[in-house]
């Protein structure tokens, strides 16, 4: 009679690993699909405004769902890589989008003239602020939402990283013995944190 094969510890780590990435990746793809087919030649109003600070409310209220499910997750390490992974990314789609759309309603809001990848890139540039060249906003509405984002983008980071940092630190706490076992290591890691 066979014995059933059992993983190794360090395999079930690979697969765990493996598992979040392609989770992660799928998301992300999915998102940026959305930006690039969603509806967005829109009227830029005061019904523009209030989708991106609902935008924003939701992109938190994910934010405190996820660190919730980290301090629960058998894995918080692989968790929180897990919302940063999908939460970065809404965060800068929101952004685009609304350069996307401040762009269409008023030509000449910035240097040159904006399409939907052309607005992901000066969300980016701004989320790593690496400064401004060849795209820059030039009217008083565009310079407010880029500066709401550049504010958002400080918070955010600032806030969210410590958060999620801390979700991670009660999550491997509620384990028994207070630390529990490590989560997977990538391959050839440490087992510390990601």
């Known amino acids: 009679m066979r014995v059933p094969h059992r993983d190794s510890p360090r395999r079930q780590g690979r697969r765990l690993?493996?598992?979040s990435l392609l989770?992660?990746?799928?998301?992300?793809?999915?998102?940026?699909?959305?930006?690039?087919?969603?509806?967005?030649?829109?009227?830029?109003?005061?019904?523009t405004a209030v989708i991106l600070v609902v935008g924003l409310l939701l992109f938190t209220l994910l934010v405190a769902r996820?660190?919730?499910?980290?301090?629960?997750?058998?894995?918080?390490?692989?968790?929180?890589?897990?919302?940063?992974?999908?939460s970065v990314p809404l965060l800068l789609i929101l952004f685009a989008g609304a350069y996307f759309i401040i762009e269409r309603n008023r030509p000449g809001a910035f240097s040159q003239r904006?399409?939907?990848?052309?607005?992901?890139?000066?969300?980016?540039?701004?989320?790593?602020?690496?400064?401004?060249?060849?795209?820059?906003?030039?009217?008083s509405g565009a310079r407010i939402v880029t500066m709401l984002q550049m504010l958002f983008d400080l918070v955010a980071v600032g806030l969210t990283a410590r958060?999620?940092?801390?979700?991670?630190?009660v999550g491997l706490q509620r384990r028994p013995g207070g630390s529990g076992p490590k989560d997977p290591a990538p391959p050839g890691g440490d087992g510390g944190p990601p």
């Open 66 to 86: 996820q660190v919730r499910a980290i301090t629960r997750a058998e894995h918080p390490r692989l968790r929180a890589v897990e919302a940063l992974a999908t």
């Open 163 to 169: 958060v999620i940092l801390s979700a991670v630190q």
């Open 17 to 19: 690993l493996l598992r």
């Open 114 to 139: 904006l399409d939907r990848t052309d607005s992901l890139y000066f969300t980016v540039t701004v989320f790593a602020t690496v400064g401004f060249g060849d795209i820059v906003p030039v009217t």
């Open 23 to 47: 989770r992660s990746t799928l998301i992300v793809v999915l998102l940026v699909v959305i930006y690039y087919v969603a509806p967005l030649d829109r009227e830029l109003d005061a019904l």
